[in-house]
């Protein structure tokens, strides 16, 4: 039988698939995952381990991103320690930076293994320790790699975790979902992905899987009406599992920490960059009334792999961002002139994420995390060159924690600043050039809020805003979602979530202070949310009622607070005008 193109439920979504070892003969090499992507495949998600560590994940997780898509991995629940399980997820994915989705915790117990060690069946305790590992599972992930994990589930949840049988279930929203069922054996065109009790939706459908090997032995292998289901360009990989994203392209790429923005105002416009699903560079820039759309690919001398930074100081504009291979370009022109050419450079071959870039007076200061996980400063010299410089300073001991997240700037005290994640245990962690005092604060140890308990574990990375006449504060989320600040000068601290009764962040925030401050991030709701000061009491509001991907808060050149973010058709701007976002 010819083999089907992917059904019609999913035709218009993002495609992608998952293996493990015992798909293909694990002697592929990039030319066949490359050929996933030509057949459309524009995800993978490679098996990380069941019991013991897969033994294609090594080879293959690395192979997935260097084909040019976005990749993951799964840790298949198995009933050995906890704490192993935890320790193959982080000692083999080791680190997420853009491009990579957060690892996936499946649970699924078709052979009783699980059962026979918690006996869930029989509800009560074996069910509650059940969900108190799995949960052990999320925190502790979450907290070493600094995203929230995936949850591949189906029956096992369905039977276990119900309204029914488990009504103290929490929200699960944080977390999305990877539902396996139902696969349909015929063809329905209005199939879709199981919505299972703790979630409002599903983010990834498994929609199929090649069932070659069961039709081999003898057993029905028919799924949408094809025996058996095979889908072009996949035959290498026998017994593949295909999978859907429940959304568009730049939704699967804001859940991969990918699309955020870079606004900034060059010779008194407001401007623009981002990288665009197919890889190319992009700059918008509002003049006479109007957005005009720049590809910049002709003068980029290799493609993004990532999202830009951009600012504009000392009468040049300039726009950064990582290669594929760990490069850090700077595209720079003169302003003042529309037509003034684009000029490249090479600043530095030892980036792992992407680079943060701000104006401080007259000057562009930057950030980005190299390659041995260290922070490093660097900036534009009056003469136009740049300098670089470790952020912290390299002869304090003990010394703070390895860089573990990306890392933002700000000044403080005269003194510029870093602070990102740092060490396993996610700490977030500010790093400057000590004058004779401590060079570092560990704001996870040393910050605490008015019941003297310190913050989460940070995720993802943080933003900061300086109210006129007072110290920076330090925004972040935390595990699990919630959305926290830190008072520098007192190292007090706020869960404004709570505190405004906001939804969880499902990213990076975004904060910008005006005439109060404003904090937007992308929520579990979907939408980009904000939470601000109105007086002393902490408020939230709806910012977009839909965002694909994080947003960025900057301050507009008529001195509004000002948004842009990444939709499902595009970029968007709105800004706060009279007090209604539009």
Sequence with gaps: MVAPVPPVPVQNLPLGYDISQDNGNQAEGLAEFAALKQVGKVFGIAKLAQVGVDRAFDTRYPLIRDAGMIRGSYDFFAPVDIADQIAFVVDHVKRLTPG????????????????????YSAGGAGRDNLFADISTWLNAVETRLGRAPIVYTGVLWREQFSAANYPNLPDMSVYPLWTAHPIPVTQAD??????????????????AEDMRGAQKKGQPARLW???????????RFDGIDYDAFNGSIYALRGLADLGHTAPHIAGGNECIAYTAPDGTLHL?????????DQDLSGVTPAPPHGDPAAAAA?????????TADGALIALTRALGDGNAPWSA?????????????MRIGNELHGVFCDNVDEQIHFWRAADGSWQREPAGDPNVLPPPDAATGSGVAYVYQNALHVVARAGPDGHLVDIFKGDGGRP?????????????????????RPTTFTPPGAAPRIVFRGVRGAIWLVERDTLAAKNLTALANAPLAAGSPSAVFTDRCHIVYRGTNGAINEIFDDAGTWRTGIVSAFGAADPTAYVDTNGNAAVSFVANDGVHAVRLVNGAWV
């Excluded at 009406?225 to 035959?235: I, K, Q």
């Excluded at 009468?315 to 990582?322: D, E, F, K, N, P």
Aim: aromatic residues 14%; negative net charge.
């Design 100 to 119: 990579d989705l957060a690892p996936a915790i499946d649970l699924e117990d078709g052979s009783r293994a699980l059962d026979r060690k918690y006996n």
């Design 190 to 207: 209005n199939a879709t992905g199981e919505v299972l009790n703790g979630w409002s939706d599903y983010t990834f459908w498994q929609y």
């Design 225 to 235: 009406g094809v025996d058996p289901y095979v889908e072009p360009g996949t035959e």
């Design 284 to 292: 918008l820039e509002f003049a006479g009334g109007a957005w005009t």
């Design 314 to 322: 000392d009468a040049a504009q300039v726009i950064l961002y990582r």
């Design 345 to 357: 450079a090479t600043l530095a071959t030892d980036l792992i994420d992407d680079p943060f870039l």
């Design 440 to 460: 570092f604060e560990d704001f996870t140890t040393t910050a605490a809020d008015t019941n003297g308990q310190s913050p989460p574990a940070a995720t993802y």
